[in-house]
């Protein structure tokens, strides 16, 4: 399958605890994208990457919140001492601006849905 | 601050019936629109409108925007009860380079049509 893959695709935790998600995107996509998505809600912005380089992250993002794509492949979304407010789908999405013509299109994956008690 | 808005949040209608949802946004640097659809799992992706007045169909789905007045619609015909899901408008501002940033998400509409 090529398409966007994240893992885990479901995270339960206890209150304080840290937790971590990978994505992998689209193999030739150079911007990954993270999104927020509560129930009833649309997605919410996080933050995003071209290859390596972390180019916008959030207001609403937290300090406890730190995202990395290290090699400008995969990425990884931490967050620190989780709290109920956390509990959200996590989506990550991928998109080429190299690759002409650029349709703006995101392709997102299956999302990791993380549950703190 | 970029602000999509939808509605209705939520509309119920039979097989057969038409719909249309509706998205209203502000944002600097306006790119594109995009529509996507939402079942149990994640966005897929239906069209992307830049210009104006020029319909994208594909089958009983079709999308204009209108960029005066800063809306577009999606017009559902004869729905189907696959047809359930929530729809999300989604907008897309220019970068200072030129490239595209990020989209900005309206909340969607939740669609559920009944037999």
């Known amino acids: 399958d090529t398409g966007v893959s994240q893992d885990p695709r479901h995270k339960i935790t206890k209150r304080g605890q840290n937790v971590t998600f990978r994505c992998d995107p689209i193999?030739?996509?150079?911007?990954l994208y993270w999104y927020r998505q509560t129930l009833g809600q649309g997605p919410e912005f996080l933050t995003y990457?071209?290859?390596?380089?972390?180019?916008?992250k959030s207001r609403l993002l937290s300090d406890r919140f730190s995202a990395e794509r290290p090699k400008g492949s995969f990425s990884t979304l931490e967050i620190q001492r989780t709290e109920q407010g956390d509990s959200a789908m996590y989506l990550c999405?991928?998109?080429?601006?190299?690759?002409?013509?650029?349709?703006?299109?995101?392709?997102f994956g299956e999302g990791s849905r993380l549950t703190v008690l | 601050e970029d602000k999509v808005v939808q509605s209705p949040l939520s509309l119920v209608v039979h097989e057969g019936d038409t719909v249309t949802l509706n998205c209203s946004y502000e944002v600097t640097n306006f790119r594109s629109l995009l529509w996507y659809k939402q079942e149990k799992k994640a966005p897929t992706f239906l069209f992307m409108l830049?210009?104006?007045?020029i319909e994208k169909k594909s089958g009983r789905l079709s999308s204009i925007l209108d960029k005066k007045e800063l809306f577009s619609i999606l017009n559902i015909t004869a729905t189907q009860t696959g047809d359930s899901a929530i729809y999300l408008c989604?907008?897309?501002?220019?970068?200072?380079?030129?490239?595209?940033?990020?989209?900005?998400f309206g909340k969607g509409t939740k669609l559920t049509v009944n037999p």
């Open positions: 830049t210009s104006s007045g």
């Open positions: 999405a991928s998109s080429s601006r190299s690759i002409p013509p650029y349709t703006g299109e995101l392709f």
């Open positions: 990457f071209q290859n390596e380089a972390q180019l916008e």
């Open positions: 193999s030739e996509h150079n911007r």
């Open positions: 989604a907008v897309e501002a220019r970068g200072a380079q030129g490239g595209s940033e990020k989209l900005v």
